[in-house]
């Protein structure tokens, strides 16, 4: 049976698609974004959180797929599954929470960034230390179990953020060196 690059090109966005989805699934079943109310002692938690509640799934492939990366020092992980995948991809302008599980096996981060008019996802150049300039960012999640910046989300744990958000578009990515241009990049449009 002989397929066309077309059938290919839908299978394999399907599957990406699907693999997704059952990330953030996968958070939300294992308790993943976990708030104060419900999570048993001694495990990270998130508080009450103000505004709308985006969840977001940080993954890397590694606990998802059962395998390590191989390129870029390690960094992109089998099947290209690094990801940043949020509940929703619109929200309106106010106060937003962002709820971050880490669901890889490496450490991750979320940072909000303002979309440049005419710029699309994944189009931010990648600088010589394998990241991207964050001088415009609105906020992270980036504490272990913790809100706003920190050293990064560890494997298994969370973090949260609250900023408030104007109308307008916005990437939210994981700037840890390699990790955007690995895939870690989704986009969100508040109205």
Known sequence: MRLSTRTLIVAGSATVV???MSTVGWAAATGGFR???TAPNGQCSAPALS???VDVTLADGGAMMGGEGGMMGGYYAVGGMMRVL???SQVAAGSV???VANAGSLVHELVILPLPAGQAVGERAVNSNSSVDESDSLAEASRTCGAGA????NPGAI???TV?????NYELICDRPGHYAAGMFSELTVT
């Not at 408030?164 to 307008?168: A, I, K, S, Y």
């Open 18 to 20: 699907l693999a997704g």
């Open 35 to 37: 708030d104060a109310a």
């Open 51 to 53: 505004g709308t509640v």
């Open 86 to 88: 949020a509940s929703t």
């Open 97 to 99: 929470s962002f709820r």
């Open 150 to 153: 920190g050293d990064g989300i």
């Open 159 to 161: 973090g949260w953020v």
């Open 164 to 168: 408030n958000l104007p109308v307008g």
